[in-house]
Every structure is written in C-alpha cells, then in structure tokens.
C-alpha cells in the first residue's frame, strides 16, 4: 500500500469510530503500511553470497570458453576443407596438363562444346530471345 492510502484508512477509521477504539486499529494499519514499505525495500536490496557471486561468475567464465572452443574448432575444421580441396583443385590441373600433353587440345574442344550447348540451353529457356539467321538482315535492313 502507499503511504497516501494508509493515511486516508487511518482518517476514515478515526471519522467512523471514536478516538479511543479507533486508535488500535488506525495503529495496526500505520504497522501495516511501515512493514510493507520495509518488505519492498528490503527485496529491492538483495545481496547474494559470495560463494553464490562466484560460482555465476564461474559459469559465465566456462560458457565463454565453451564458446570460444566451438569457434577454434569451426576455424580449424574450414581450414582443412579449403587446403583438401585447393589440394584437388591442383590434382585436377596437374591431370589435364598431362592428358593435355599427351592427347592434344580434344579436351578443350569438348568443354569449348559443352559450354556452348549450357549457353544455348539458358538462352532458350528466356522468353526475351529471338533468333535470326546468320548473314540475312530479314527484319530489319542493316547495313553489313
């Protein structure tokens, strides 16, 4: 209750009855009001052990750790993933330089073909592509 509120029954209780049976009850309520504010101070107050402050403390302190490990080992774990695979992307070109060496330039005819053939394929699939003839100007007359 607020102090204001307190003072307002305790005017009310000495209005209504006498001044000697009102007494008792306008003190209880006075008591009423002095433990509530002690109450509400005394819970804005809390302390905690010190024991209790450094085992949170302790906790705090593991869970950052924790945290950081996870981080070290994400770290390491794509470090490797890149050394495997510029190691591949090595293995790869050292292939095709040798079969290039032994075999000619037919590899590079083929993936000049399957480019091509991707090109042509995500151009067909657009609806903003027209196709004409080579050398021929038949919609427009462009000068060659």
Not at 85 to 91: I, L, P, Q, T, V
Request: proline share 2%.
């Amino acid at each position: 209750m607020h102090c204001t509120r307190l003072h307002q029954l305790k005017g009310r209780i000495l209005k209504r009855a006498g001044e000697r049976e009102a007494l008792p009850a306008a003190r209880a309520v006075h008591e009423a009001g002095e433990f509530m504010w002690r109450s509400e101070w005394r819970q804005t107050h809390l302390t905690f052990g010190k024991e209790f402050t450094e085992a949170v403390e302790a906790k705090q302190v593991a869970q950052q750790e924790a945290e950081r490990a996870r981080f070290v080992v994400k770290a390491e774990q794509q470090k490797k993933a890149a050394i495997i695979s510029a190691e591949g992307d090595s293995k790869a070109a050292e292939l095709i330089a040798n079969s290039l060496a032994t075999a000619g330039d037919g590899l590079i005819e083929l993936r000049k073909l399957e480019a091509a053939e991707d090109i042509a394929y995500q151009l067909s699939r657009s609806r903003n592509i027209t196709y004409l003839p080579a050398g021929q100007s038949v919609l427009l007359q462009l000068p060659q």
